[in-house]
């Protein structure tokens, strides 16, 4: 399975970025797929993950303002972004693991991506 994230950017705080992740591969349905994070000097930290019956989970620090999403059509995975903070500031990076459900995790997952940065200025 090969991830690619996109989407990240430059954005005020109070704004919205949408960052996407396409895996390969034709079983993609049976991943969860998971969104981590990792700010300037700080350790990588779980942000969402969607199991393949598409539960949820969240981290507390963005519950209420991040919604993850999945489209199995496409073999994507969404991360809608909204209220956005400074120090949501981070790069992105998309998981992929075959797991009982959404995990907070990451030696659950298998696949990571190369990550995409997200800038929220004050």
């Known amino acids: 399975v090969h991830v690619v994230e996109s989407g990240g950017g430059l954005v005020q705080a109070g704004g919205s970025l949408r960052v996407s992740c396409v895996a390969s591969?034709?079983?993609?349905?049976?991943?969860?797929m998971g969104w981590f994070r990792r700010a300037p000097g700080k350790e990588r930290e779980f942000v969402a993950a969607i199991g393949w019956t598409s539960s949820t989970t969240y981290a507390d620090s963005v519950k209420g303002r991040f919604t993850i999403a999945r489209d199995n059509a496409k073999n994507t995975v969404y991360l809608q972004m909204n209220s956005l903070k400074p120090e949501d500031t981070a790069v992105y990076y998309c998981?992929?693991?075959?797991?009982?459900?959404?995990?907070?995790?990451?030696?659950?997952?298998?696949?990571w991506g190369q990550g995409t940065q997200v800038t929220v200025s004050s």
């Open positions: 998981a992929a693991g075959l797991v009982a459900g959404p995990s907070y995790r990451a030696p659950l997952y298998d696949y």
């Open positions: 591969g034709q079983t993609f349905s049976s991943y969860t």
